[in-house]
């Protein structure tokens, strides 16, 4: 199975930089995504790893090591408004349509 | 362009009923996805129609079938609920073409009583 693992809550200060990783086992998918979920609302796309290495975009950047079954999201300079959960989720299947998602980590920016 | 449309948003059934739910994808879109969101389990992968066929499943009951029309409009149908089917049901649409991340619609909040 892919047994995805996030921890369950953090919670940082405004302007700070929090780190949520994801650790999976699995032999093989294609890509890992990592969405934001506002209580209440749908997930929405915040990034997309295929290779190793980082991507970053804007404030957030995400990092993904294959061989070590690990990725993580990074949010740089917290804003209040990045109060939300932050779902790691492995692509599989055909096209790599089939997500299947973490836990989820809760973060709770503090003023 | 408009995004992934979800109706309805709120429903209440009884257990033994049947219900479907309908999802409009992002136009240009072929690929659509449904999820089962529960606090429990959270979300879970239903199953994934490509050009009217699916094309890639989970691990739910035969209860939960679905189909996708010519225009990419997509359906989903729980027969016999069950109090547990009681969750927010999220559909998602992808351009196959890539980039590959999935749009999330807002949800049909299903609770069955």
């Not at chain 2, 069950?82 to 807002?106: H, K, N, V």
Request: hydrophobic content about 30%.
């Amino acid at each position: 199975g892919q047994n995805i693992d996030q921890p369950t809550e953090m919670t940082a200060t405004e302007g700070a930089i929090v780190q949520i990783n994801c650790t999976y086992q699995t032999s093989g998918f294609n890509g890992l995504f990592w969405y934001q979920q506002h209580a209440g609302e749908a997930p929405t796309f915040l990034s997309y790893n295929v290779l190793d290495g980082l991507e970053e975009k804007g404030r957030f950047s995400s990092f993904l090591s294959r061989s070590k079954g690990y990725s993580y999201l990074l949010l740089k300079e917290l804003q209040m408004k990045d109060s939300a959960s932050y779902l790691c989720a492995l692509g599989e299947g055909a096209a790599g349509n089939k997500l299947t998602f973490g836990g989820g980590t809760r973060v709770l920016v503090k003023p | 362009k408009a995004g992934v449309t979800q109706t309805p948003r709120y429903l209440i059934k009884t257990r033994g009923q049947q219900v479907t739910l309908s999802c409009s994808p992002i136009s240009g879109h072929r690929s659509v996805s449904w999820y089962q969101q529960t606090p429990g389990q959270g979300l879970q992968f239903l199953f994934e129609y490509f050009s009217e066929t699916q094309r890639n499943k989970g691990n739910f009951p035969g209860r939960f079938s679905g189909r996708q029309f010519s225009n990419s409009r997509s359906e989903m149908n729980v027969s016999t609920l069950e109090l547990g089917d009681s969750a927010l049901y999220l559909c998602a649409s992808t351009d196959d073409r890539g980039p590959y991340e999935q749009y999330f619609g807002p949800g049909t909040r299903l609770t069955v009583t």
